[in-house]
């Protein structure tokens, strides 16, 4: 095992060494979608993890014995946020899948629902935003367009969960 962490380590040392040494000759665009594709790369990573998680809780409730009780979803009960204990990032699930905005993100989604104009309107910002900063997004809750039902229950659900400060 030490073995193949410390192989793992000096193959990591010599691709940042090599990215670090590609850095000067990158134009802004090229380092733009390198930051990008990190952050994706990133955000994967922590859902692997937290899949993993999930899935070793599961099987340790069934070693134990316990009876998983399978619930029937209703329309309002499959697209739900949760926040973090510490309040630095939010969970968006959608049936079997989840994903997590930073307070940053979340505070930006609060003030495209609130801003005064028509549903519509707010629902053509809010998915070009998606589009735009987040387009996992679509992954976990596949939008077609602005009249999409499950964009227009997304917006009203984080009107309805966040108020915005004066």
């Known amino acids: 095992m030490a073995k193949a962490k410390g192989k793992t380590d000096t193959e990591r040392d010599s691709l940042a060494k090599e990215l670090r040494s ?6 802004a665009q090229g380092l733009a ?30 070693r134990k014995g316990a009876v998983v009780k399978k619930t029937r ?25 989840s994903i997590i905005f930073s307070r940053d993100e979340m505070i930006r989604l609060v003030k495209i629902v609130n801003i005064k104009e028509t549903d519509l309107e707010i629902r053509e910002r809010l998915f070009d935003w998606l589009v735009r900063e987040r387009k996992d ?29 004066p």
């Open 22 to 27: 590609l850095i000067p000759k990158m134009d």
């Open 33 to 62: 979608f390198l930051v990008e594709q990190s952050r994706i790369h990133l955000y994967n990573m922590e859902v692997v993890e937290l899949n993993k998680a999930a899935a070793a809780a599961k099987a340790a409730s069934l």
């Open 73 to 97: 979803q209703t329309k309002n009960d499959t697209l739900r946020i949760e926040g973090t204990k510490s309040g630095s990032s939010y969970y968006l699930y959608y049936q079997n899948s």
């Open 137 to 165: 997004f679509f992954a976990v809750l596949p939008l077609k367009d602005k009249f999409d039902e499950r964009l227009k229950a997304f917006a009203k659900l984080i009107k309805k969960n966040f108020k915005l400060r």
